[in-house]
């Protein structure tokens, strides 16, 4: 990643693994505040490449290499927090945010209630996650569903360089912890990013968006699986099917008013991730669609997933993740009521 | 016991604590710490890395010559396997590898060590560790194509699969450690041991805090076998603490010594009398094996963005094998003959290993749903059942 030099400006094409490094550049020159912290995130730039250049700019204080404890990285961040810091801790792959599950969801998800809101914490968790990389196990996991299910957390997933560059920015602003998980498969996907745009114009990091308008069926996704959405609605075409798509973004809190409007115009939903199907994300945007949209469907809603198994060894990640086969193959179920 | 590092070619100073088992927590907290390449730091040695043989008042063995041709012969096939499985990664054979070059004789040293009946717990680097325990060369590479996580049988071997979660193995070391108490199966010759290892950045998790809190308190016939390498990933040793690694033990109450990493001998030897003392009822030992990762952390790293190539070159003076193999010849244990012989066993090694990973077929995909559980599981059924469906509706269909 090439190293940016002077002020950040204009529109640019940028892969999303930049977009999430210059946000993170503009977060650190906005606020005094804004710490980094992670393993191997300061001088390497983080096995990704994510923070790269930022500590050299900014400083070992701002940027911290930490040692190798990811329930220090984040039980450090909750005392920083209360001091004053707004921390940006990086989980260097998902399997090892489970280290700090203890962190995260007992003590960094509860200190707000607990404290009758005397206390906040504005700490995000970056963590890279989604499979499809051939790596190895552990580096390829989908936890969104355990942080989901975490009162008192939020959790977003950007999917396109723009959302990268302005919802890490807006994961910093925010006064609750955020969970914020990066689709690392599309790392090297690239979009225009408006660098100079304020981030108070940005779209608001809470919200679902339809990114692509359809007739016949709608076809939910988020973060990694975004791709698999886009290619699905273009060979779906090409069969003369119209697929509107739909970008969650925001996991928790859930925005589905978008998505009960174009299934009340559609009448058909398959839902798409990586996680395992069992309690995933699919299965709460499939009850409340259906207590929301009961009259308007005309078929089950179908989920894609992941199955329920410990992820695979690589070789088999390809059966084991949604493609676009698997996506039009429940879109033709939909259509078999 | 020496105030003074001991330095290069001169007999190495007892370590600073560990060696006499009735004092186990005598290690002095404020002692400087000798971190960092620049000099040596205190710790057990036998050979020098100019291959001088040297005594050390509490780690003496008497090494047949068939033993020590046979340390010398592990250290180069291991090598070997490990540049042959580097460069099938490559080219394109295996997904990632995680070379041991440097280290191989912290592994083969403790790996000897071991008694058949003692249990290993490998990290990810451990391929000479598996070397030693009788594992095929070729176990490990099923997980590093991407084909298994791991498929070799722990108990045949007694050699745990690889963990790659970092320092949560040191725990279930522990526990099968608390397991062969229970057991009975201390205090004598023929009692059992387990050993774990892990590496200096696994030092800061939690989990290796606990798993020697436990293994303190349960007084676990366990060795803690650190293979401090210098660095985690990008950084280096300072990043996780300002002791040395070894001196943590006196902490949890129980001895820790440091030894040349590099020293086939030493290794040997201190890992050897902490595994007897912890079969023979003694309790665990920390061992911290000072050492370098010459390479890359693993294939997808680029080591040059966080170190110099001055310092990787010092420690190419300190090679665990060209020590072993001047000594060797000097001793007038080795000549030609032999080590062209070992040579000769490496290549042959070499090939099958190459030769077995080219010809590695892809899992089967119903592997997906295999041993989820080891009792009933009807929901992976379900989900093998409709995926075997929905993977015959593609035959004969042709491309979508
Ligand atoms: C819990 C956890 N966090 C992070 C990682 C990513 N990671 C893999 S290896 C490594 C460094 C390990 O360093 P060390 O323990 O010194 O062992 P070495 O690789 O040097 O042998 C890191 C951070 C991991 N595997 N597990």
Redesign the interface.
């Known amino acids: 990643m090439a190293k940016q030099q002077g002020p950040l400006t204009g529109t640019q094409t940028l892969t999303i693994g930049k977009a999430l490094n210059l946000g993170l550049r503009r977060a650190l020159e906005d606020d005094p505040k804004v710490l980094l912290m992670g393993?191997?995130v300061?001088?390497?730039?983080g096995?990704f490449r994510i923070t790269d250049g930022l500590q050299k700019d900014f400083g070992e204080d701002r940027v911290l290499?930490?040692?190798?404890?990811e329930?220090?990285i984040v039980g450090t961040a909750i005392g920083l927090a209360m001091r004053g810091y707004r921390p940006v801790c990086e989980m260097q792959f998902d399997?090892?945010s489970?280290?700090a599950f203890d962190q995260v969801t007992n003590q960094l998800a509860k200190m707000h209630y607990r404290s009758r809101g005397r206390i906040t914490l504005p700490v995000v968790i970056r963590i890279p996650f989604g499979g499809g990389i051939?790596?190895?196990?552990?580096?390829s996991e989908s936890p969104e569903t355990y942080y989901m299910h975490t009162a008192g957390l939020k959790v977003v997933t950007p999917s396109t360089a723009v959302d990268a560059y302005f919802m890490i920015q807006q994961a910093i602003r925010s006064n609750d912890p955020v969970i914020f998980l990066e689709p690392k498969a599309r790392y090297y996907e690239k979009g225009e990013v408006d660098l100079d745009a304020p981030v108070t114009a940005a779209e608001p990091l809470h919200r679902s968006r339809v990114v692509r308008a359809g007739t016949d069926a709608t076809v939910v996704g988020y973060g990694p699986t975004m791709r698999v959405l886009r290619d699905s609605a273009d060979?779906a075409a090409e069969d003369g099917r119209s697929l509107e798509l739909v970008d969650l973004r925001t996991l928790s809190p859930l925005d589905l008013d978008p998505v009960y409007e174009s299934v009340k115009r559609t009448g058909r939903l398959v839902v798409v991730h990586e996680a395992p199907?069992?309690l995933g994300p699919a299965a709460e945007v499939a009850a409340r669609v259906q207590s929301e949209c009961f009259y308007s469907l005309e078929a089950p809603v179908q989920r894609v997933t992941g199955?329920?198994?410990?992820y695979?060894?690589?070789?088999?990640e390809e059966?084991?993740l949604p493609d676009?086969?698997?996506v039009?193959?429940a879109v033709d179920r939909t259509f078999s009521y | 016991m020496g105030d003074k590092p001991a330095t290069k070619g001169r007999p190495a100073t007892k370590a600073r604590s560990g060696a006499r088992r009735s004092r186990p927590a005598s290690t002095p907290a404020g002692e400087a710490a000798l971190q960092g390449s620049a000099q040596e730091p205190e710790f057990v040695q036998l050979l020098t890395p100019e291959g001088e043989r040297v005594e050390h008042p509490d780690y003496s063995v008497d090494f047949t010559d068939e033993q020590l041709q046979g340390l010398y012969r592990d250290l180069v096939i291991v090598r070997r396997l490990d540049l042959e499985s580097t460069a099938l990664q490559r080219q394109g054979h295996l997904a990632i590898w995680a070379s041991l070059e440097g280290q191989e004789a912290a592994q083969i040293g403790s790996g000897r060590a071991l008694r058949k009946q003692d249990m290993a717990f490998p990290t990810y680097r451990e391929h000479g560790v598996l070397w030693c325990r009788g594992v095929d060369p070729t176990a490990p590479h099923g997980l590093f194509r991407g084909n298994d996580h791991g498929d070799w049988d722990p108990a045949e071997h007694n050699a745990n699969l690889y963990t790659l979660v970092i320092g949560a193995q040191t725990l279930h070391a522990v526990g099968y450690a608390m397991g062969i108490n229970y057991d009975g199966k201390v205090g004598s010759d023929d009692g059992e041991a387990s050993i774990v290892y892990f590496g200096d950045g696994a030092s800061s998790q939690g989990d290796v805090h606990e798993a020697c809190v436990f293994a303190g308190v349960y007084h676990a016939p366990v060795v803690f076998f650190c293979q401090n390498n210098q660095y985690a990933i990008s950084e280096p040793v300072e990043r996780q603490t300002r002791t040395p690694i070894y001196q943590r033990a006196a902490g949890y109450g129980f001895p820790g010594v440091r030894v040349d990493g590099n020293d086939v001998l030493a290794c040997y030897a201190v890992a050897r009398h902490a595994l007897d003392a912890a079969r023979h009822g003694q309790g665990p030992t920390l061992i911290e094996a000072y050492t370098y990762r010459m390479g890359a952390h693993t294939t997808t790293d680029d080591p040059t963005r966080y170190r110099t190539g001055s310092e990787v070159e010092s420690w190419k003076q300190r090679d665990p094998i060209t020590r072993m193999r001047t000594y060797l010849a000097k001793a007038g244990i080795g000549d030609d003959d032999f080590f062209a012989s070992v040579d000769a066993d490496a290549d042959r090694i070499t090939g099958r290993l190459r030769e077995f990973v080219i010809g590695l077929p892809d899992p089967d995909p119903s592997r997906l749903f295999e041993h989820v559980y080891a009792e009933e599981s009807p929901l992976q059924d379900a989900e093998r059942a409709w995926f075997e469906q929905y993977q015959s509706s593609f035959v004969g269909e042709g491309a979508h």
């Open positions: 393993e191997d300061g001088r390497l730039g096995v290499d930490s040692p190798l404890a329930a220090g399997g090892f489970y280290p051939g790596s190895v196990e552990h580096h060979a199907t069992n199955f329920d198994t410990p695979p060894a690589s070789k088999l059966h084991f676009l086969d698997r039009l193959d």
